[in-house]
């Protein structure tokens, strides 16, 4: 499938009521389409981490989709770092499309204006505070993450978010960038239980924070303990794909999941597939 063909994709792909279309973008990035809306989360399409921090975040494959060929309502983001808030990806998205929104944290606001997004687009939700999105269905809930410190500001709020979206008879989970920290268990629990969970699954150690300040996320025996304990349906392991000196073999993630939860549905989304999830009622 071309760049340009992945549009054109999402546009013909119809969504039955209990069910969404769910395309992976690379690393946290995916494409999720409702019945009255397009909705894009941390796309990286672009060589930018590469370009500021050097050739040890070369990509290991180009993006799926050119961010000006894109067409969509709102784009979730869920940290500043490069390769959630990527400049060169949101600005041509946003200037393709006018009438789109952008949902924050506040530690975004000032990078979004400065790239020429205005104020009344970004949209800084409160934490653990549903609300739903003017003109759709789509309601959700931004919630607190830790990478490595659930971080918070007095003015700018929480600085990492995770986001429950409830559309159409489904509850999606796409968990930014975390590891496990007192009471995120809990916290999930008082929440609406995800259907389908996209979690970052690349571990972590001290040669990478060390050599290339890379900030990790879960390790596989983590996910694999907290897919059992939030009682996921589906769960895409997520961050593992984009940089190859930022990624584990994805047979460990296999294991810890058949050791720990061995009945975990699971989906290793490719760049560019789609997962077209159906929730079974009853």
Known sequence: MTTEGLMDHIARTPVIPDSLAIWGMGQMGAAVKGPDAVAFFDLCLSNIVEEVSG??????????????????????????????????????????NPEMRFIAPGWCRQILLDLGIASERIIIPQALAPMTLPGTSLRFTAIPAAHYEKEYDEEKG?????????????????????????????????????????????????YRETDANATGNLL????ARLCLDAGWDLVIPGHNDLYPNNT??????????NTVSPRQKYKILQPGELLYYVKANG
């Not at 975390?178 to 259907?195: E, Q, R, S």
């Not at 584990?248 to 999941?257: D, G, N, Q, R, T």
């Open 220 to 223: 596989p025996f983590e996910a």
């Open 55 to 96: 050739s040890w975040w070369s990509r290991a494959y180009p993006p799926p989709a050119l961010p000006e060929t894109l067409r969509g309502h709102f784009t979730f983001i869920t940290h500043e770092h490069l390769d959630h808030l990527d400049t060169q990806t949101v600005k041509p998205l946003a200037q393709a």
């Open 158 to 206: 929480y600085r990492w978010f995770g986001y429950i979206v409830e559309w159409n008879g489904v509850t999606f989970y796409h968990a930014g960038d975390t590891i496990m920290f007192p009471d995120y268990v809990h916290m999930l629990a008082m929440l609406p239980k995800a259907d389908v969970a996209l979690i970052p699954v690349n571990g972590r150690d001290y």
């Open 248 to 257: 584990i073999p994805f047979s460990e993630i296999v294991h810890a999941l």
